[in-house]
């Protein structure tokens, strides 16, 4: 089953093309590896993807479904862009982290907001499915810290943690294990 298909994607930066008709599909599963020198292209084709950047042309497909059309205006309302960024989880190669926040305020931040909005899950709910990402990441106990009280290591690992508290279709991750050690890196992926 196709998971995701981009088709002739493009966006540019002024007289700059950054993204020229880029298109890939991917199946359930698989896994997508973007190589390219510092400036080709690969964090703007990301942010793309979860909608921190609007493209200029083509179509985003998620399970068949078509999320994005720049043709269709329909599809580029402020309201449908966030409910869009549910179907991709995004880990920043800079974090990216709230420093007024706690690693578990900032795994559930996005989850406490979602409820609010749309009602369903319990605050107590949410803080437990937080913890227990934080204890899949090895940060049970840094928990209650802040982002400069933790190392670089920790806090890419609460972003990953952050990353997969809003259970998204498709992670896409922007170098996020340029800050750990080989044997962190064996046990986050």
């Not at 993807?49 to 999320?67: A, M, Q």
């Not at 800079?94 to 319990?122: C, D, I, W």
């Not at 009280?149 to 943690?161: D, E, F, K, N, P």
Request: aromatic residues 6%.
């Amino acid at each position: 089953m196709t998971v995701l298909e981009v088709t002739n994607l493009k966006k540019g930066f002024g007289d700059t093309d950054v993204l020229k008709g880029v298109s890939f599909s991917l199946e359930q599963g698989q896994v997508m590896a973007i190589i390219g020198s510092s400036g080709s292209g690969k964090t703007t084709l990301l942010r793309c993807l979860n909608f921190l950047e609007k493209p200029d042309h083509g179509t985003i497909s998620v399970g068949g479904k078509v999320i994005f059309d720049a043709a269709d205006p329909a599809t580029l309302s402020e309201r449908e862009i966030r409910k869009k960024r549910l179907h991709f989880g995004l880990v920043f190669q800079n974090f990216n982290l709230f420093p007024q926040y706690t690693a578990l305020q900032n795994v559930t931040l996005a989850r406490e907001l979602m409820a609010k909005e749309h009602g369903g899950e319990s605050h107590e709910d949410i803080l437990s499915a937080g913890r227990e990402l934080l204890d899949q990441m090895g940060l049970a106990d840094r928990a209650n810290h802040y982002p400069h009280q933790l190392s670089g290591g920790q806090q890419q690992r609460v972003a990953i943690a952050r990353a997969l508290a809003m259970h998204p279709d498709i992670l896409c991750f922007d170098e996020p294990t340029s800050a750990l050690d080989p044997e962190l890196t064996g046990e986050v992926l």
